[in-house]
Nanobody, 116 residues
Framework: QVQLVESGGGLVQAGGSLRLSCAAS????????MGWYRQAPGKQRELVAT???????KYADSVKGRFIVSRDTLANMVTLQMNSLKLEDTAKYYC??????????WGQGTQVTVSS
């Protein structure tokens, strides 16, 4: 088993910043892709940003230029720096890791609420 534990999130005013972190733990695992998804009420879960093992990144168009995803491959950690937050960024954010030979794992999610 691989466990993903998220931290960060909370309430912030529009235009503000937040930082999310996710740490993976378990026995003898190797992570390929690691990143963040989000799900707003009544909507499907969507990709926010993800990194490959060689730290290539991919972003949703809606967050490009505002969010930065970074990864510490040795520490099995990924962070999401969210800047210039908008009301539409309000959602529950989930860490995701694609583990070699085991499939995908999800964190429990952390709420991000942007107020006007």
């Amino acid at each position: 088993q691989v466990q993903l534990v998220e931290s960060g999130g909370g309430l912030v005013q529009a235009g503000g910043s937040l930082r999310l972190s996710c740490a993976a733990s378990g026995n003898s695992f190797r992570i390929l892709d690691m990143g963040w998804y989000r799900q707003a009420p009544g909507k499907q879960r969507e990709l926010v940003a993800t990194t490959t093992r060689d730290t290539s990144t991919k972003y949703a168009d809606s967050v490009k230029g505002r969010f930065i995803v970074s990864r510490d491959t040795l520490a099995n950690m990924v962070t999401l720096q969210m800047n210039s937050l908008k009301l539409e960024d309000t959602a529950k954010y989930y860490c995701h890791a694609q583990v070699v030979g085991r499939g995908g794992y999800w964190g429990q999610g952390t709420q991000v609420t942007v107020s006007s």
